[in-house]
């Protein structure tokens, strides 16, 4: 299929510039070979994230200069309202700062107490840890396709429905909290989840009362995929697809800041009056944690942006361009014999470290170490998705190795062109080419809570003890 062009016009540019070799390994040592320490001027291409970074179109811009600063009743919050009304059809929303911030104001009031368990395809660090700060147990329920970075699968964000029922028989139906499905499953890859699968998760939620949340970051994303790979949704627009999706549902959290295209912003939705009582708790600690619930910590403009954002994240031809962009990047790698997650996802590339570096045992976290090679090579700046990530058993402070050790070369929206992406493609063939000569590392400094975001590391000598003890990652 050939490519068509974006289908925008570039009206305004940024300027970019790559610093020398020497700058860059005296910005990583002084960053404690953390590339989240490191000043964003100092880097040259930033795959660290999609969250936030995505250029705003014409029509958004315009909306900033319509935004209400209202503290309560804000008409730029029923702009948004009445857009989660149109695409999703959810009666109540709660707007926050950006999705951890949703995860904060409403996991308390579905986690009724601590050792409940919340059931997932595969939770993402931030999640996990606002399930874990409230008592929970968070239990990966992806299926083992996932794992196999060379195994061709449509839909590798899918539940392992047997495993899913398996557990919630053997647990008990009083001892889940909810269960969760992660549209597209970041941590497998960026991976979608088909329509089937989350009817099945549905009919399981059904069969034993359980509440079912959609974590939305990537949601329109995921709609393109089953648009595309599963029959029967050819001819659906995604706006129907989403809709049909989201009927499924009982409330959903988002980031904004991914397939909304905004650089801050989160939201709450809650289907229906069946559950107002969670509505009305959620407004009560929303007001004290994020701000009143007419703005949930954002100006009218950053709403009058979202309300915007969110019909525009819908369009076929830009979904069709957004993602064949990170396809790009996928296929010219694999060319050159890199290993990725494969099919590719729709926000990045997810390079395979553990096929890439097979010399770096877990411990040592060898997706952190081509992350911190990539930046040197060329400045450009991604980000591990492994067993830093993971972290610690908050129970045993036992290390937990992850099933994939991924580096994310996270795309962000509207920004970069293929030149761009053929920059990395280069970069990472002359790093396979010398892979045997890179070392792993091991902690400076470890907090206790989301510790990839802040921790410190170092260079280990090769053959040296790394810090990890393994565990089964499935097994809470």
Known sequence: MIRKAEPYRIKMVESMQMISREERQ?????AGYNPFALKSNDVYIDLLTDSGTGAMSDKQWSALMLGDESYAGSKSFYKVKDAVSDIFGYEYVIPTHQGRGAEQVLFPHIIEHKGQYVLGNMHFDTTMAHIEMNGGIPVNMVIEEAFDT?????????????????????????????????????????QPVSMENVRGVKKIADKYGLFLLFDSARFAENAYFIKRREPDYERLSIQQIVREMYDMGDAFTMSAKKDAIVNMG?????????????????????????????????????????????????????????????????????????PIQWPVGGHAVFVDAKKFLPHIPPEQFPAQALTNELYLEVGVRAVEVGSLLLGRDPETGKQKVAGAEFMRLTIPRRVYTDRHMDVIVSALATIWERRETIQGLDFEYEPKVLRHFLCRLHPIENGAPGSLIDVNPMVP
């Open 266 to 338: 989160g939201l709450i939705g809650i289907k229906s009056s069946k559950h107002k009582e969670l509505f009305q708790a959620s407004c009560a600690t929303c007001v004290p944690m994020e701000g009143f619930v007419t703005y949930g910590g954002l100006s009218g403009r950053d709403m009058e942006a979202l309300a915007v954002g969110l019909h525009e994240g819908l369009d076929f031809d830009y979904l069709e361009s957004r993602i064949g962009q990170v396809e790009y990047l996928g296929e010219e790698l694999r060319k050159r014999g890199i």
């Open 150 to 190: 060379l195994k061709e699968h449509p839909f590798k964000g899918n539940f392992d429905l047997v495993k899913l029922e398996t557990f919630i028989q053997e647990k008990g139906k009083e001892e889940i909290a909810f269960i969760i499905v992660t549209i597209t499953c970041n941590s497998a890859g960026g």
């Open 26 to 30: 005296k910005a990583l040592q002084e």
